[in-house]
């Protein structure tokens, strides 16, 4: 790629439409206008960089193992990420701070025995931007909420987890990206997977991206707030 000016000019050494179908830039493409979109015969895309690609965009990513070294950072980023979902959610979440310092623990229990059991069970990935850690997420054996509800239909396939973004880099693609590259290295564990939501703006998030749940858990949390479950073939 070389930048020009506002303009990437991206030159295509595999077949256009070929290159179109790819997971990872597709998911580039959602963040950019193309220009040449009418000459679908040209060698090269031209694109054009709209105000949601920011400098930390264009800088990035760096994705990783999380280590024992990050492991400050990623409660501060826990605690930011959850406390922005449950804040947003409205008031329907009562006793919104046993909720938050509830759903930091789980998370906070989960990278201990990632840490302790050596990726065996729970498998996490970081994004970083600058050296800072500014997304997570994880796969690995699905929650008591899920193996509870869905019984036997999901044994053995792995629930993608603890997707959290820091409120500052949200809806800026990150999330995507960090979904994308689990699922690449899902595709050579697995032919399923599944997923779980219980918060009302993170479902329209994800039914948006997947399409409406298999399964979906009415009146779970309140009357109206459903909890969702989705399950997939990897590559849906």
């Known amino acids: 790629d070389c930048i020009i000016k506002s303009f990437f000019i991206v030159t295509l050494s595999l077949p256009r439409d070929k290159i179109l179908k790819d997971r990872r830039f597709r998911l580039v493409l959602r963040h950019l206008t193309l220009l ?5 015969n040209a060698p090269f895309l031209m694109i054009s960089p709209p105000a949601l690609l920011t400098k930390t965009m264009l800088k990035f990513l760096n994705f990783s193992k999380p280590t024992q070294d990050d492991h400050a950072e990623l409660k501060e980023l826990f605690v930011s990420t959850i406390t922005d979902t449950v804040r947003n959610e409205g008031e329907y979440i009562q006793n919104q701070e046993k909720v938050i310092q509830s759903g930091v623990e789980e998370q906070m229990m989960n990278l201990k025995y990632y840490f302790t059991n050596n990726d065996l069970v729970q498998h996490y990935l ?47 693609g ?3 990206l960090l979904f994308a590259e689990i699922i690449t290295e899902l595709r050579t ?18 039914k948006k991206k997947l399409g409406e749940p298999q399964y979906i858990l009415k009146d779970y949390w309140s009357e109206g707030n459903d909890h969702m479950i989705w399950k997939l073939p990897i590559d849906s």
């Open 36 to 40: 040449n979109t009418t000459n679908r």
């Open 126 to 172: 970081i994004a970083k931007s600058d050296s800072r850690i500014i997304g997570t997420i994880a796969y690995g054996k699905p929650s008591k909420l899920v193996s509870i509800n869905v019984n036997s239909e999901l044994t053995g396939i792995p629930e993608i987890k603890s997707l959290y973004i820091l409120p500052s880099f949200q809806k800026r």
């Open 174 to 176: 990150v999330g995507s």
């Open 189 to 206: 564990r697995t032919s399923h997977y599944c997923l779980d939501c219980g918060y009302t703006k993170s479902q329209n998030f994800w």
